[in-house]
């Protein structure tokens, strides 16, 4: 019954995902980026908070995965609008996979500077 809901987490998380449609044309406004970037990191967000019950699960690796998703949660609500001003700044390529990939390095980026600087 477990598998069963966690499969269909996932499946509704990938389908949000897939779903973001990209904006096209490579003469794209400032705002249609700024709009197509938040949009991106909100699906994030509500992709990773889906995640966060996996917290729960009796599996290590389950657990470890909850608990990620849910750091990476925090991390990309607190910095939402840096993020989309540097992806903007560095203009991240129209398609979800790329700010995906984009939001995946900022945030691995910052756990390692934390840990680095960590005691």
């Known amino acids: 019954m477990k598998h069963r ?3 269909v987490i996932v499946i509704v998380c990938l389908a949000s995902v897939l779903g973001a449609a990209p904006a096209r044309g490579d003469e794209s406004s400032t705002d249609q980026r700024k709009s197509f970037y938040l949009k991106c ?3 994030e967000i509500e992709n990773d908070s889906c995640k966060v ?3 729960g699960s009796r599996s290590k690796n389950l657990q470890a995965y909850g608990e990620k998703a849910a750091l990476r949660t925090v991390f990309l609500s607190r910095n939402k609008e840096a ?10 390529n129209l398609q979800p996979q790329a700010v995906q990939q984009y939001l995946r390095e900022r945030f691995n980026q910052e756990t390692h500077t934390r840990l680095a600087t960590a005691p």
């Open 53 to 55: 019950v996996l917290t």
């Open 83 to 92: 993020l989309v001003r540097e992806m903007v700044a560095q203009e991240v």
């Open 5 to 7: 809901l966690v499969t």
């Open 41 to 43: 990191v909100n699906t």
